[in-house]
């Protein structure tokens, strides 16, 4: 199982701002940095959020991250319809000598 | 443009061996790091691996002993083996690229593939 834990689902109304959390340990977020990714079904998995709170050209700066910790979060304002998607926190695991990816959270935009 | 392609059987009887590729186009294979990333149906995204500039791999150590990935930098490929499998190791596998450099991966991955669904049935 994932060492990385997320709310399997969180929503909010067109324009509201959502916010998925990430809880990880020393190990991993702790001590790395953190990225997350937009799964739309059918898709491949998109990079939204890299060295934690970084966007990549072209993602939209209604995307944040931030980091505190062995804690994450990603901050989705002016929430769209087309935000509607699974997303997923990642890290490095120094313990495991792997990269572990959050349990992953649905958003849904009401 | 990087692009990458998956390929393969869709369907793999247990106990034998999966076996995929990948087709890079738009970037030398050599230059980068490449990395298999599978998500089992209903379920999330799980590494399977990856292989360094340098030829080095590293494997999830939940496969560990099952799994190959190599590349032929002849034809721009990365491959994937999986050894032994049941239907446990039934997913949508995807290839994915570190954009690091001679000094060391970068641990995201922003280029992907589109995935391919292997089945492990009789």
């Known amino acids: 199982q994932s060492v990385l834990t997320q709310p399997p689902s969180a929503s909010g109304t067109p324009g509201q701002t959502v916010t998925v959390s990430c809880s990880g340990s020393g190990s991993n977020i702790g001590s790395n940095s953190v990225y997350w990714y937009q799964h739309l079904p059918g898709a491949a998995p998109k990079l939204l959020i890299y060295r934690s709170n970084r966007r990549p050209s072209g993602v939209p700066d209604r995307f944040s991250g931030s980091k505190s910790g062995t804690s994450a979060s990603l901050a989705i304002s002016g929430l769209r319809s087309e935000d509607e998607a699974d997303y997923y926190c990642a890290a490095w695991d120094d313990s495991g000598h792997n990269y572990v990816f959050g349990t992953g959270t649905m958003v849904t935009v009401l | 443009q990087v692009q990458l392609q998956e390929s393969g059987p869709g369907l793999v009887k247990p106990s034998e061996t999966l076996s995929l590729t990948c087709n890079v186009s738009g970037e030398s294979i050599i230059n980068k790091y490449w990395s298999w990333i599978r998500q089992p149906p209903g379920k999330g995204l799980e590494w399977v691996g990856c292989i360094y500039i340098s030829g080095k791999t590293d494997y999830n150590p939940s496969l560990k002993g099952r799994v190959t990935i190599s590349v032929d930098t002849s034809k721009n490929q990365l491959s994937l083996q999986l050894r032994s499998v049941t239907a446990a190791d039934t997913a949508v596998y995807y290839c994915?690229?570190?954009?690091?450099?001679?000094?060391?991966?970068?641990?995201?991955?922003?280029?992907w593939g589109q995935g391919r669904l292997v089945t492990v049935s009789s």
């Open positions: 994915a690229r570190d954009p690091g450099t001679i000094f060391g991966m970068v641990n995201y991955f922003d280029y």
